[in-house]
């Protein structure tokens, strides 16, 4: 059974321009989750989509965006990009039922820099 | 919002050695994962722990939610276990956001 798979691995982008990242979760999940980890801050919460829902969103600016297509697939858009968006962006999945915990799998992640 | 912190923060062993990593939280929670995360900067998935104990070969982690912290046992410690090691929780079901603690790096010595 196939990961999560992200595109693209890296991708350099100059200051004020847009990046988008794309997930694809494990078969059968149906929530996707995206984490950024930036050099000293840790890993943080961004996003999740369900069901092509966005449930629950992060301390993070407008400027990062996403959706959810039919098939769960992800794309997370960073518009008007800034130098502290130069982070490795994870995304995971995990099915999604009321009231019961599930276990979340991540990508391999995308390297982005922005110069 | 819920902490999460790691202890400690840097551990460096000589191969075959033993190591305890510990995670303490400040509340109650419904999911607990541990990571492994590569020098390529993947997670991997050790465990999902949110009580109890657990084995997996040469590791194991145990999980007292009652008195909010779990440790990560690893025995015989091979050269591939370096990396960092992540405890990550969710508090709230209906928010499926994982918290992260900051990591203890593990550096295992030939």
């Known amino acids: 059974e196939a990961g999560v798979t992200q595109s693209p691995t890296h991708l350099i982008k100059t200051r004020g321009q847009q990046a988008t990242l794309r997930c694809s979760p494990i078969?059968?999940?149906?929530?996707v989750y995206w984490y950024q980890q930036a050099l000293g801050l840790g890993l943080q919460f961004l996003l999740w989509y369900d069901e092509g829902e966005e449930r629950n969103r992060g301390n993070f600016p407008p400027r990062f965006s996403g959706r959810q297509f039919p098939n769960y697939s992800s794309e997370l858009n960073v518009n008007a990009l800034e130098l502290e968006d130069s982070a490795l962006y994870l995304c995971?999945?995990?099915?999604?039922?009321?009231?019961?915990?599930?276990?979340?799998?991540f990508g391999p992640g995308t390297r982005l820099l922005v110069l | 919002g819920i902490q999460v912190e790691q202890s400690p923060p840097d551990l460096i062993l000589q191969e075959g050695a033993n190591s305890t990593l510990r995670c303490n939280f400040s509340d109650s929670v419904n999911n607990l994962q541990w990571f492994h995360q590569n020098p390529w900067g993947q997670l991997i998935n050790l465990f999902y722990?949110?009580?109890g104990t657990k084995q997996n070969g040469r590791l194991s982690a145990t999980t007292v939610a009652t008195e909010r912290y779990s440790l990560l046992y690893i025995s015989s410690s091979q050269t591939t276990d370096s990396g960092v090691y992540f405890c990550a929780v969710e508090q709230d079901f209906g928010n499926e956001k994982l918290t992260f603690g900051t990591g203890t790096r593990l550096t295992i010595i030939p």
């Open positions: 722990i949110p009580s």
């Open positions: 078969s059968g999940h149906t929530s």
């Open positions: 995971a999945s995990s099915l999604y039922r009321t009231k019961v915990a599930e276990t979340q799998y």
